[in-house]
């Protein structure tokens, strides 16, 4: 079985500024990951995904994350934040059945 | 990628009726799946989609409580019934696209349910 830990529940930072946001999985199977994003009142949007290959892998609105088989963590980064990126963040995982197991989610407030 | 819809959007209802919530996406998906996010909380999946087949449930889940139908490639319905206030939650639907890679999901906007 597979489970998700987000590690912040809440991560408030400044505009223009940098974030990071944790997750880390448990797994006894290879695992393919993805970091959803969903903003007030919406469902969820896909941001990016790792299946294979490259552990460093980009995805929409100028995020990107890391995969560290070691650490068995997947963080998701951001260089420089914008308003518009205000949303709760879903980190999940899927042990290769097609379920995904999502973590409690962190939200994401960006101050100006 | 897949453009999924879902209605109704929102819905206000009295306790011990029942609602069915429609999944339509815009092309023809292998699997489909139904979730549930209870308020200020994470997903939780309900059931696996099965076309032309029964549904399969998650632990905790019960097809009497949440039927589910799948008549085609691209569509699904969820009946939440007995509705009692525990059962307001925003219920998600998803599709993984023919191609679309392992295990990737795309969602519907979702259908805010308030039970009273």
Known sequence: AQSVTQLDSQVPVFEEAPVELRCNYSSSVSVYLFWYVQYPNQGLQLLLKYLSGSTLVKGINGFEAEFNKSQTSFHLRKPSVHISDTAEYFCAVSGGAQKLVFGQGTRLTINP | ?116
Not at chain 2, 85 to 98: G, H
């Open chain 2, 1 to 116: 990628s897949a453009v999924i819809s879902q209605k109704p959007s929102r819905d206000i209802c009295q306790r011990g009726t029942s609602l069915t919530i429609q999944c339509q996406v815009d092309s023809q998906v292998t699997m489909m799946f139904w979730y549930r996010q209870q308020p200020g909380q994470s997903l939780t999946l309900i059931a696996t989609a099965n076309q032309g087949s029964e549904a399969t449930y998650e632990s905790g889940f019960v097809i009497d409580k949440f039927p589910i139908s799948r008549p085609n490639l691209t569509f699904s319905t969820l009946t939440v019934s007995n509705m009692s206030p525990e059962d307001s939650s925003i219920y998600l639907c998803s599709a993984s696209p023919w191609g679309a890679g392992t295990d990737t999901q795309y969602f519907g906007p979702g259908t805010r349910l308030t039970v009273l």
